[in-house]
Nanobody
Framework: QVQLVESGGGLVQAGGSLRLSCAAS????????MGWFRQAPGKEREFVAV????????YYADSVKGRFTISRDNAKSTVYLQMNSLKPEDTAVYSC????????????WGQGTQVTVSS
């Protein structure tokens, strides 16, 4: 099993920045690809970003490309999401998740952290 705990959310004005963290425990972190998702009330969960186990390759949703950066520190079993130039439409609960390959489903999920962007 893997336990994931997100942190770093909060209230920020449009144009501001936040850095989210996702700390993993329970099993070896290095073998997993790590993704970030978000979900606003009444809306479907959407993909934000994913980073491969090596930390070399990362992919982003078009809506956040150029503004968000995903990274990981395997020594600390932590994945990060640096969010810059935040917009009100970025408001959502952000969750991290793990998967074992590009072709597998996400297996473990954190509880999420709230990000609110005001105008």
């Amino acid at each position: 099993q893997v336990q994931l705990v997100e942190s770093g959310g909060g209230l920020v004005q449009a144009g501001g920045s936040l850095r989210l963290s996702c700390a993993a425990s329970g099993r070896t972190f290095d073998i997993y690809h790590m993704g970030w998702f978000r979900q606003a009330p009444g809306k479907e969960r959407e993909f934000v970003a994913v980073i491969e186990w090596s930390g070399i390759n990362a992919y982003y949703a078009d809506s956040v490309k150029g503004r968000f950066t995903i990274s990981r520190d395997n020594a600390k079993s932590t994945v990060y999401l640096q969010m810059n130039s935040l917009k009100p439409e970025d408001t959502a609960v952000y969750s991290c998740a793990t998967k074992r390959s590009h072709y597998s489903e996400y297996e473990y999920w954190g509880q999420g952290t709230q990000v609110t962007v005001s105008s």
